[in-house]
């Protein structure tokens, strides 16, 4: 079973950059889609990009299109969520979750494995 920590994140200015990573354990990392969803203070979780198990397919909340790229090395078992262009209001902990199926999906309840969360704090 894989196992999920995620990194990266810290405080930025509006406008600036971020990129977090997902450490999977386990070796059976390549065979999961996985997911970034965030989450902010007095708000349920949404979700932000997904990817399949071979990186091949990505999809993106409209709110990020343009300025977020989620990308996958299954040879070192990281994801990764390149966030440019922050805004204040994209504070939040984001979270990264793996889903036993290698096709993704943008519905929380079909993750399996969910990471512990790296807070990200956008300044104005």
């Known amino acids: 079973q894989v196992q999920l920590v995620e990194s990266g994140g810290g405080l930025v200015q509006a406008g600036g950059s971020l990129r977090l990573s997902c450490a999977a354990s386990g070796r059976t990392f390549s065979r999961y889609a996985m997911g970034w969803f965030r989450q902010a203070p007095g708000k349920e979780r949404e979700f932000v990009a997904t990817?399949?198990?071979?990186?091949?397919?990505?999809y993106y909340a409209e709110s990020v299109k343009g300025r977020f790229t989620i990308s996958r090395d299954n040879t070192k078992n990281t994801l990764y969520l390149q966030m440019n262009s922050l805004k204040p209001e994209e504070t939040a902990v984001y979270y990264c979750?793996?889903?036993?199926?290698?096709?993704?999906?943008?519905?929380?309840?079909?993750?399996?494995?969910w990471g512990q969360g790296t807070q990200v704090t956008v300044s104005s």
């Open positions: 979750a793996a889903r036993s199926s290698g096709y993704f999906s943008t519905a929380i309840w079909d993750y399996d494995l």
């Open positions: 990817i399949n198990w071979s990186g091949s397919n990505t």
